[in-house]
Every structure is written in C-alpha cells, then in structure tokens.
T-cell receptor
Framework: DTGVSQDPRHKITKRGQNVTFRCDPI?????LYWYRQTLGQGPEFLTY????????KSRLLSDRFSAERPKGSFSTLEIQRTEQGDSAMYLC?????????????FGPGTRLTVT | GESVGLHLPTLSVQEGDNSIINCAYS??????FIWYKQESGKGPQFIID?????DKRQGQRVTVLLNKTVKHLSLQIAATQPGDSAVYFC????????????FGQGTELSVKP
C-alpha cells in the first residue's frame, strides 16, 4: 500500500496524559499537512511541512501541541496534557508542492478520545 | 470571516436518482475548489476540482458547477449508487498559504436501495 498511513488508528487516553501520533506520507511527496476533524464538521487545518520545515501553524495549535518532521519523511504530532476538548479525528495528508498541491491525499486518521 | 459552507446537512435519495449537493463560499478571492467524499472511518477522498475560470467540469458520473456571481458551487452525482453514501465536503485551497484546505461543514448523502 503506497498511500498515506497513520498510527495508531484509535487512541483512548485519560485527561492530562501525553499522546503522540505518527503519519507516513506518500514517499515522493514533500508536503505534509495535519488537520483536526470533530464530529459533523469538516477538517480544520493545523499545520504543514515542506520537507522538514514547518511553515505554518494554525492558531488552533496551542502550546500543548507540537509537530515534527525531522527527516522530511514521516511526521509526528504530540499533544501534551490532553484535555477533553482534544477529542477528535486527527488527519494527515500529503502532496507535492506547486501546481498540483491541490492533490492532497489523506490518511485514515487517528481518532483520539480523552476521558 | 471567511468560510466555505454547505446549505444542507443531510440528503436522502433513491438509488438511480441524481443527487445535487450545494456549497456556498464567502471569499471572493477563492480561485480553486475541490469536492471530497468521506466514508465512515476513512479520510477524505478527492472527487473533482474546479478552477475559478471555469463554470463547469465533468468527471465520471460527477459534475461540478461554479457560479462566482453568487459564490456558489454544486456537486451533481448522476445515477446515485449505494456506494455513493458518504459525507461530501467542498473545500477551498489556499495556494498562497502553503496549499492548505479550508473545508465546509459537510453534507451526508444517504442512498436508499
């Protein structure tokens, strides 16, 4: 399977715990995006990388959130001191930079439940 | 503020009928729109896109119409099938902001056999 993969698919954690999610993009893609989706809503942009550089962060990304893409390949999204409001689906997408940037391919998402 | 939103949250159609899903946007500078399909437990899947210099684009069983005068676009699905049941989102791409997508709320399409 050469699509975008995410791990884990589901995560249940207690409030206050830290969680980390991983995204493996399509190997040739140099852009990687993180989105958050709550029930009944469309995905909301969180941040994106071009290669290993994090170029934009949404105001939704509080200080408790950090994302990395150390080698320009896979990326991790960490949430520290989770809150119940963090419960959502976290989606990763990848694409090429440039004219075909609209062709973002999404992974299956990681569903986070904070109890 | 800027938004991309949908008129109706749910749509129920009979198998074989045509479906029309609508979307309104507020950013008059938007120049590229995309429709995504999201099935339960999966990430959004690209369906079709349209640039602002077009008013219609056709794919396989799908057609997107864009009316820039009233800032409205629609997705038409011909001969709707049970496999079309999903949530459909319109999205705007911001090329000057790294290509990030701005999604609307979504319309859930339910196809009755």
């Amino acid at each position: 399977d050469t699509g975008v993969s995410q791990d884990p698919r589901h995560k249940i954690t207690k409030r206050g715990q830290n969680v980390t999610f991983r995204c493996d993009p399509i190997s040739e893609h140099n852009r990687l995006y993180w989105y958050r989706q709550t029930l009944g809503q469309g995905p909301e942009f969180l941040t994106y990388f071009q290669n290993e550089a994090q170029l934009e962060k949404s105001r939704l990304l509080s200080d408790r959130f950090s994302a990395e893409r150390p080698k320009g390949s896979f990326s991790t999204l960490e949430i520290q001191r989770t809150e119940q409001g963090d419960s959502a689906m976290y989606l990763c997408a990848s694409s090429f930079a440039g004219p075909t940037a609209y062709e973002q391919y999404f992974g299956p998402g990681t569903r986070l439940t904070v109890t | 503020g800027e938004s991309v939103g949908l008129h109706l949250p749910t749509l129920s159609v009979q198998e074989g009928d045509n479906s029309i899903i609508n979307c309104a946007y507020s950013n008059s500078a938007s120049d590229y729109f995309i429709w995504y399909k999201q099935e339960s437990g999966k990430g959004p899947q690209f369906i079709i896109d349209i640039r602002s210099n077009m008013d219609k684009r056709q794919g396989q069983r799908v057609t997107v119409l864009l009316n820039k005068t009233v800032k409205h676009l629609s997705l038409q699905i011909a001969a709707t099938q049970p496999g079309d049941s999903a949530v459909y989102f319109c999205a705007e791409i911001r090329y000057n902001q790294g290509g990030k997508l701005i999604f609307g709320q979504g319309t859930e399409l339910s196809v009755k056999p």
